[in-house]
């Protein structure tokens, strides 16, 4: 069973801060990595998708892997209090004919003004 | 991004009766579908897999006879619910990708069903 691991939090910060969340993978075949926002009630939405090592800016978000240490991060740079929200890590494995995302459990985030 | 479209948003149905969800992808292939259930304040819980033309392979604990699965078109998938009860009360969430484009591509959600089955 491939396993991905968030810390479940809550992770709360100031507004205009930066949120940290983080990721970490069982399986070294991991291939593709992304990141989901779900907001209370609301189905998952993609916010970020890295495929290589270092990482990979879009906005305010900032994706960060790291496949040696199987370690997937995403930092959101000037925290609003619409981030606040549940961010789902998932990450897909090589050759995988099904093609499935294995999900964490998700990190629930809390932007307070 | 790409977009995904499940209908109904909300869905009541008498206890007995059956359910079916709808799942489109709107712009692109979807390959491959993916049906999630989800508990209030837990994590999304894969149901099945589905690609097109072939039969869903489920997930382990459920029930394939209950939650019939379609996958028919390269843009349509069906959920179907039978003879729901209460315990099926839950947030259906279906999910897309178009595995043609290889491996690295996304996977996106529809907008969920809210069932509550009474």
């Known amino acids: 069973q491939k396993e991905v691991e968030q810390n479940s939090g809550p992770l709360s910060v100031p507004e205009g801060a930066i949120a940290s969340l983080n990721c970490t993978y069982s399986?070294?075949?991991?291939?593709?990595f992304f990141w989901y926002r779900q907001y209370s009630g609301k189905s998952p939405e993609l916010i970020m998708s890295?495929?290589?090592?270092g990482d990979k800016e879009d906005g305010r978000f900032t994706a960060q892997l790291n496949k040696a240490s199987q370690y997937v991060s995403l930092l959101i740079r000037d925290s609003q209090p619409s981030d606040s929200a549940t961010y789902l890590c998932?990450?897909?494995?090589?050759?995988?004919?099904?093609?499935?995302?294995?999900f964490g459990r998700g990190t629930q985030l809390t932007v307070w003004p | 991004g790409a977009v995904v479209s499940q209908h109904p948003s909300r869905v009541i149905c008498k206890s007995g009766t059956s359910v079916k969800i709808e799942c489109r992808s709107l712009?692109?292939?979807?390959?491959?579908m993916f049906w999630y259930r989800q508990f209030p304040k837990q994590s999304l819980m894969l149901m099945a897999t589905?690609?097109?033309?072939?039969?869903?392979?489920?997930e382990q604990g459920v029930e394939k006879d209950k939650f019939l699965i379609n996958h028919a078109s390269l843009t349509l998938s069906t959920l179907t619910v039978t003879s729901a009860h209460p315990e099926d009360s839950s947030f259906y969430i279906c999910?897309?990708?178009?595995?043609?484009?290889?491996?690295?591509?996304?996977?996106?959600f529809g907008q969920g069903t809210r069932l509550t089955v009474v």
């Open positions: 399986d070294r075949g991991s291939q593709s």
């Open positions: 589905s690609n097109e033309g072939s039969k869903a392979t489920y």
């Open positions: 998932a990450v897909t494995d090589r050759g995988s004919t099904l093609g499935r995302l294995y």
């Open positions: 999910s897309a990708r178009d595995l043609y484009l290889g491996e690295n591509t996304e996977a996106f």
């Open positions: 712009d692109f292939q979807a390959t491959t």
């Open positions: 890295i495929y290589s090592n």
